[in-house]
């Protein structure tokens, strides 16, 4: 099965590409990436993309189907063609291919088809299912339009084309659109104590610090303060240089590096929201000082980059920037398991919305101020949304809105449990 790789070009560019079993890469979807989507996607966008075409090769496999030859024959998909396609993509990738290897002996691959005891193959959700019928309809109608090009003239050959492109987008599964409790991220977020916990585990004087090492206890702490005292993503957090900490000013900046020639990591943690600079306590940027200063700087090969957090366990990567496997399993996945029945739930993202959720009750404290004090400007709505923006790095107010779900969620509850509680008291009364 074919496997993606990322290539470092001089220029620093990282380019995603699917490379077949036999150490080739493959042709058509090489072709269709530099063609389509290389000057307007970014490296894990293109990675993703890639993700989704090797499942189509999964469902070629288990037809026993080469739609690249069938194509240079004129051959189209069928309507029967389309609609198992479309099932197919709401299978999980890994699960799939997991119930196929412990399937090998049998006649019959399908699940549908085998009676064997085997564990059920898990399904996406349907966005997911819906963006991998997208990037398949649009890979095919390429590859199709590029094959049959001579043929183009004809206006059937044209048609029949965009035909198939039409009828796969018209079987994409129906996502939820972001509406709903199912998919508010908020209702999933555990709660602000979590948080507390996770950052008083990872105190590096802290006996349940589950790390090695005087300096790794150090910086994993920073990092984890950081995260909570911004709001960072971990890509930003990881895609941070020295250079990005004004120790005047006390603040961070978030700075795009996309394609950064000095950054030696293949896959390369990159901003993905507009840039800002966003203000810290001054302990913030001291203890970041102290971890440069007398951590990082003790490491020769850390000084060939600018990159702030570094691998500090001696070895292939020793004194290079941190990587995002690196960051989930050595730094975030440990922490987790020393309380995994509270802190089970905590998710890179999830610092995120738990500083916008501290965001809004620090803005309530001061409209709640600006009740008892004229001097003190309150926040309404619009300001708030602004305030939300500029400190996380969004374009649309939409995004600002949904960060605020759970705080408002919270004080409607209040609102209701309040108006409650008053009926309750003068229904007693009037007994």
Not at 96 to 102: D, G, Y
Not at 117 to 146: D, E, G, K, W, Y
Not at 350 to 372: C, M, P, Q, T, W
Not at 395 to 419: F, G, P, Q, V, W
């Amino acid at each position: 099965m074919s496997k993606i790789r990322d290539l470092i070009f001089s220029n620093g560019e990282r380019y995603p590409i699917l490379i077949e079993d036999d150490g080739v890469p493959n042709y058509w979807v090489t072709l269709y990436v530099t063609e389509k989507l290389r000057t307007s996607h970014t490296q894990s966008a293109i990675s993703n993309s890639l993700a989704h075409l090797v499942h189509l090769q999964l469902w070629e496999s288990i037809n026993n189907r080469d739609l690249v030859a069938e194509f240079h024959q004129g051959k189209l998909l069928t309507d029967e063609d389309i609609y198992s396609i479309r099932d197919h993509c709401i299978l999980d990738t890994r699960s799939l291919k997991k119930w196929l290897k412990s399937s090998e002996k049998n006649v019959v691959k399908f699940a549908s088809a085998s009676t064997a005891s085997v564990t059920p193959i898990q399904r996406v959700s349907n966005n997911h299912a819906a963006n991998r019928l997208t990037q398949i309809a649009a890979f095919l109608c390429f590859t199709a339009r590029t094959i049959l090009k001579t043929q183009l003239i004809e206006e059937k050959i044209s048609n029949d084309i965009e035909a198939m492109s039409k009828s796969l987008l018209a079987n994409k599964p129906k996502g939820s659109k972001g509406k709903g409790l199912a998919t508010d991220p908020n209702t999933k977020a555990p709660p602000p104590k979590a948080f507390e916990r996770i950052l008083s585990i990872t105190r590096e004087s802290s006996p349940d610090n589950p790390f090695k090492g005087e300096d790794v206890k150090f910086r994993n702490a920073i990092i984890f303060e950081v995260m909570e005292a911004t709001g960072m993503r971990s890509g930003e957090i990881l895609a941070l240089q020295i250079r990005d900490i004004d120790f005047q000013k006390g603040t961070i900046s978030v700075v795009r590096r996309h394609d950064a020639i000095e950054d030696p990591r293949k896959k390369q943690p990159v901003a993905k929201t507009n840039e800002r600079v966003i203000p810290v306590n001054k302990l913030i940027t001291n203890r970041l000082r102290e971890y440069i200063m007398d951590k990082r700087s003790k490491i020769p090969s850390a000084r060939k980059h600018p990159y702030l957090f570094v691998t500090h366990k001696y070895g292939e990567h020793h004194g290079k920037p941190i990587s995002n496997s690196t960051f989930v399993n050595r730094v975030l996945k440990p922490a987790i398991a020393i309380y995994p029945e509270l802190l089970e739930d905590i998710t890179r993202h999830g610092f995120r919305h738990n500083f916008n959720y501290k965001l809004s009750k620090k803005i309530d404290a001061v409209n709640k101020a600006a009740k008892e004090n004229p001097d003190i400007q309150p926040i309404n709505e619009k300001k708030e949304i602004q305030i939300r923006k500029e400190l996380n790095g969004w374009s649309s107010d939409k995004t600002a809105e949904t960060y605020n779900l759970r705080h408002i969620r919270e004080e409607a509850d209040r609102i209701m449990k309040e108006d409650m509680d008053y009926w309750a008291k003068r229904a007693k009364k009037d007994k």
